[in-house]
């Protein structure tokens, strides 16, 4: 370990222990893997020295290699910070091309590896994908595991588990994603506190090359003290470790076009592309500009056909040109829309026509994708994640796209033989698993392609709907936009009738109601930063609900949803105040781990999001019921403080702050929204 002499790792024949400094020391017994119908080797393996390789991320890779089967190779592949306690590894196989990865059970049949947690009497589950209805949102669940989960041998899909003596910490985790209870992997507990982290299905299909094959990424490590102290370091190695690309984690203030798209179709009764031209975008992106947004993007219906992703001349007469120029005058950046699909029309439907997806060797119809040309879903698991890829990378260097929202990709469905998820001697469920459990992992090698060679490109998933691939990996490249207009109509099945305006979202109009739903989520915040969780507030006027809607996007979701040329100069002026002063602290605000006082929604709800290295940031209140709150900080703070009416700071002897917050307005039937103070915002460290 020649660049991290503070780091031990031991290789021996049963498996391998890291060690962080200070750290109590974590074995994982060697991955067990079914290769032409016989397990590979667990023990007496012989390790070659390590080779060491810089990564762009400031991370070292070390790899060892050792014979496990008769011509197969395996790798451990770590990257390992030196400023963190968290370790990313995976295994990689080399092979004869002959060599075939069997099932011979008709299951998966691969043992990532086995720790024991008997000295830890505290062991968690933390979900990331489970589903809640309500809100119309993936959210964050950490779940107690017990002693009788160990003895009756129950399997815990996580992706992290977690365990501590209240003195001692350590996680183990995987990076896939799939919504909770669908595992792919799952950790299988026994007797004895021992835990063993296994392929569930689709990890492989009967007959896949052993040769070039990689596993899911893995994160493990351990700190000095408590479930939080853990939860904070696995937090900062995802913000500045996990992805190579750090562009994606930056908290960028994110505009986004297709509210003002939907009031057009629902409240103005014409269709969803009406003001998708250059002459609306520009008035849009002037406003945006005075508001303080950094990247503007335009939602569908931008392009001519989806696939070939050419821009719509009749639209935008100049290729977006005007448009980049625009952006570029304001010191803004060009997002677009996309999805997975391909034009019947388009070039690259006809160069990939065996890559649409496709069930029982029938292809799914196409589709018409937002009032342009219909369209046939595409395979990302096959050689068409190149040309998506490729796609991509020419916008950027043509268009000047920075920013690219992937929509509508759905995990479930494909089965054709003709892809990289199965051959026709597979049967059609395997096919479907290994689909599934590829998408994700492949949605992630694209944007990895994509920024070798566009470093200042982010890419953002849509996962606004459940079935989508949510979890670690897509993380490890990217970013998600978790929440656009919240729950339907029909998911409180409301009839028809009492819709407004046949707007079938609920959570549209301005008011308190909607940063509710939106900031319930915020859950996530204690394991992985919540600016990788894009998510749209209202920007329209009224200063209580314009304070309300900046005091929630600084938590780290940082949109902003349309339509901007209905906002007032004051209203304008009012974004441009609070967004400038988050700019200066924002940084600050993504790192710090969060604390957090009250529920969601209730009489009082405050954020602390104040870095603990700097004392910058900012503390947040909101309220539902009017009238004079107190509450002092729980980490230091710089001196220096801005914050909006009503509230008055005073410095402690500690370095802590005393916050008094008054609430001003009656709630009650009948009462404007905007006439009630809902929040207040006080920064820290300000410039």
């Given at each position: 370990m020649?660049?991290?002499?503070e780091?031990a790792l031991?290789?021996?024949?049963?498996?391998?222990?890291?060690?962080?400094a200070?750290?109590?020391?974590?074995?994982?017994?060697?991955?067990?893997f079914?290769i032409d119908g016989?397990?590979?080797?667990?023990t007496?393996l012989?390790?070659?020295?390590?080779a060491?390789?810089?990564l762009?991320?400031?991370?070292?890779?070390?790899r060892r290699?050792?014979?496990?089967a008769?011509?197969?190779?395996l790798?451990?592949?770590l990257?390992i910070?030196?400023?963190s306690?968290?370790?990313?590894?995976r295994y990689e196989?080399s092979?004869?091309?002959?060599?075939k990865?069997?099932r011979s059970?008709?299951t998966d049949a691969?043992?990532?590896?086995r720790?024991s947690l008997a000295?830890y009497?505290?062991?968690t589950?933390?979900?990331?994908?489970e589903w809640v209805?309500?809100?119309h949102?993936?959210?964050?669940?950490?779940v107690?595991v017990?002693?009788?989960d160990?003895?009756?041998?129950?399997?815990?899909?996580?992706?992290?588990?977690?365990a501590s003596?209240?003195?001692q910490s350590l996680?183990?985790?995987?990076e896939h994603g799939?919504t909770?209870?669908d595992a792919?992997?799952?950790?299988?507990l026994?007797?004895?506190r021992?835990?063993?982290?296994k392929a569930?299905?689709g990890?492989t299909?009967n007959?896949?090359?052993?040769?070039?094959?990689?596993?899911?990424?893995?994160?493990?490590?351990?700190?000095?003290?408590?479930?939080?102290?853990?939860s904070?370091a696995?937090?900062?190695?995802?913000l500045?470790?996990q992805?190579?690309?750090q562009?994606?984690r930056?908290p960028?203030i994110?505009?986004?076009?297709w509210?003002?798209q939907e009031r057009?179709?629902?409240?103005?009764k014409k269709t969803?592309?009406?003001?998708?031209?250059?002459?609306?975008?520009?008035?849009?992106?002037d406003?945006?500009?005075?508001?303080?947004?950094?990247?503007f993007?335009l939602d569908?219906?931008?392009?001519?056909?989806?696939?070939?992703w050419?821009v719509?001349?009749?639209?935008?007469?100049?290729s977006?040109?005007?448009?980049?120029?625009a952006l570029?005058?304001?010191?803004?950046?060009l997002?677009l829309w996309?999805?997975n699909?391909?034009g019947?029309?388009?070039d690259v439907?006809?160069?990939?026509?065996?890559?649409r997806c496709s069930t029982?060797?029938?292809?799914w119809?196409p589709?018409?994708?937002w009032?342009?040309?219909?369209?046939?879903?595409m395979?990302?698991?096959?050689?068409y994640?190149?040309?998506f890829a490729?796609?991509?990378?020419r916008l950027?260097?043509?268009?000047?796209v920075?920013y690219f929202k992937?929509?509508?990709?759905?995990?479930?469905?494909?089965?054709?033989?003709?892809h990289?998820h199965?051959?026709s001697?597979?049967i059609?469920q395997?096919?479907a698993?290994s689909?599934a459990?590829?998408?994700?992992?492949y949605?992630a090698?694209i944007?990895?392609?994509?920024?070798r060679?566009?470093p200042?490109v982010i890419?953002?998933?849509?996962v606004?709907e459940k079935?989508?691939?949510f979890g670690?990996?897509?993380?490890?490249a990217?970013?998600?936009?978790?929440i656009?207009n919240?729950?339907?109509?029909w998911?409180?099945n409301?009839?028809t009738?009492v819709?407004p305006?046949?707007?079938?979202?609920?959570?549209v109009?301005?008011?308190p109601a909607r940063?509710?739903?939106?900031r319930?989520?915020l859950t996530?915040d204690?394991w992985?930063p919540?600016?990788?969780?894009?998510t749209?507030y209202?920007?329209?006027?009224g200063?209580?609900?314009?304070?309300?809607?900046v005091?929630s996007l600084?938590?780290?979701?940082?949109?902003?949803?349309?339509?901007l040329?209905r906002?007032?100069p004051?209203?304008?002026?009012t974004f441009?105040?609070?967004l400038e002063k988050y700019?200066s602290?924002?940084?600050?605000i993504a790192a710090?781990?969060?604390?957090r006082?009250?529920?969601?929604?209730?009489a009082?709800?405050?954020h602390?999001?104040?870095?603990?290295a700097t004392?910058?940031g900012?503390?947040?209140?909101f309220?539902t019921?009017?009238g004079?709150?107190?509450?002092?900080t729980e980490?230091?703070?710089?001196a220096?403080?801005w914050?909006?009416?009503g509230v008055t700071?005073?410095l402690?002897p500690?370095?802590?702050?005393?916050?008094?917050a008054?609430?001003?307005g009656?709630h009650g039937w009948?009462v404007?929204?905007n006439?009630?103070e809902?929040a207040k915002i006080?920064y820290?460290g300000v410039?």
């Amino acid at each position: 370990m020649q660049h991290h002499p503070e780091i031990a790792l031991d290789i021996h024949a049963n498996g391998w222990t890291y060690q962080g400094a200070n750290q109590a020391p974590i074995t994982l017994t060697w991955p067990v893997f079914e290769i032409d119908g016989s397990s590979t080797a667990s023990t007496g393996l012989q390790w070659s020295e390590p080779a060491e390789i810089p990564l762009t991320n400031g991370c070292v890779e070390i790899r060892r290699t050792s014979r496990i089967a008769e011509g197969v190779d395996l790798a451990l592949v770590l990257r390992i910070a030196p400023d963190s306690p968290i370790v990313r590894f995976r295994y990689e196989l080399s092979a004869r091309p002959e060599t075939k990865l069997t099932r011979s059970q008709g299951t998966d049949a691969i043992t990532y590896g086995r720790l024991s947690l008997a000295d830890y009497p505290s062991v968690t589950e933390v979900r990331l994908s489970e589903w809640v209805a309500v809100h119309h949102s993936y959210e964050l669940n950490e779940v107690p595991v017990t002693e009788r989960d160990f003895e009756n041998r129950q399997q815990i899909m996580g992706p992290i588990l977690a365990a501590s003596t209240g003195a001692q910490s350590l996680a183990l985790a995987y990076e896939h994603g799939s919504t909770w209870p669908d595992a792919f992997l799952a950790f299988d507990l026994a007797p004895n506190r021992q835990v063993a982290l296994k392929a569930v299905h689709g990890n492989t299909f009967n007959g896949q090359s052993a040769d070039h094959f990689a596993t899911v990424w893995f994160l493990l490590g351990s700190v000095q003290g408590t479930l939080d102290d853990l939860s904070s370091a696995f937090r900062q190695f995802l913000l500045t470790r996990q992805a190579l690309n750090q562009e994606s984690r930056k908290p960028y203030i994110f505009y986004n076009t297709w509210n003002q798209q939907e009031r057009t179709k629902h409240w103005e009764k014409k269709t969803y592309l009406t003001k998708m031209d250059q002459a609306h975008m520009l008035e849009e992106i002037d406003i945006a500009h005075r508001m303080g947004i950094d990247v503007f993007v335009l939602d569908t219906g931008w392009f001519r056909r989806t696939g070939d992703w050419q821009v719509n001349l009749d639209r935008f007469p100049d290729s977006l040109k005007s448009i980049k120029a625009a952006l570029d005058r304001n010191g803004m950046k060009l997002g677009l829309w996309f999805d997975n699909s391909a034009g019947i029309e388009s070039d690259v439907l006809k160069k990939h026509l065996e890559c649409r997806c496709s069930t029982d060797d029938k292809a799914w119809e196409p589709t018409v994708i937002w009032e342009t040309e219909p369209a046939h879903r595409m395979c990302l698991v096959s050689r068409y994640w190149e040309a998506f890829a490729d796609e991509c990378i020419r916008l950027h260097r043509e268009v000047g796209v920075c920013y690219f929202k992937w929509d509508a990709i759905d995990q479930y469905g494909c089965t054709d033989p003709n892809h990289f998820h199965g051959t026709s001697s597979n049967i059609r469920q395997e096919r479907a698993d290994s689909f599934a459990f590829q998408l994700p992992l492949y949605m992630a090698k694209i944007v990895e392609k994509i920024s070798r060679v566009c470093p200042e490109v982010i890419v953002d998933f849509d996962v606004t709907e459940k079935k989508r691939a949510f979890g670690l990996a897509f993380l490890g490249a990217g970013k998600f936009f978790l929440i656009n207009n919240g729950p339907y109509c029909w998911s409180y099945n409301l009839p028809t009738a009492v819709w407004p305006n046949d707007f079938s979202n609920l959570f549209v109009h301005p008011g308190p109601a909607r940063t509710w739903i939106c900031r319930q989520p915020l859950t996530f915040d204690k394991w992985v930063p919540m600016n990788l969780f894009l998510t749209h507030y209202l920007p329209d006027d009224g200063v209580n609900n314009q304070i309300n809607a900046v005091a929630s996007l600084i938590l780290g979701q940082n949109g902003i949803w349309g339509d901007l040329p209905r906002l007032k100069p004051e209203g304008v002026a009012t974004f441009y105040t609070l967004l400038e002063k988050y700019k200066s602290v924002r940084d600050d605000i993504a790192a710090a781990p969060p604390v957090r006082k009250g529920l969601i929604g209730g009489a009082l709800e405050i954020h602390e999001k104040i870095n603990p290295a700097t004392g910058r940031g900012a503390v947040v209140l909101f309220a539902t019921n009017p009238g004079t709150y107190e509450y002092v900080t729980e980490r230091p703070l710089n001196a220096s403080h801005w914050e909006t009416p009503g509230v008055t700071v005073s410095l402690l002897p500690d370095g802590c702050a005393k916050l008094v917050a008054t609430f001003t307005g009656s709630h009650g039937w009948g009462v404007n929204p905007n006439d009630v103070e809902w929040a207040k915002i006080v920064y820290f460290g300000v410039q």
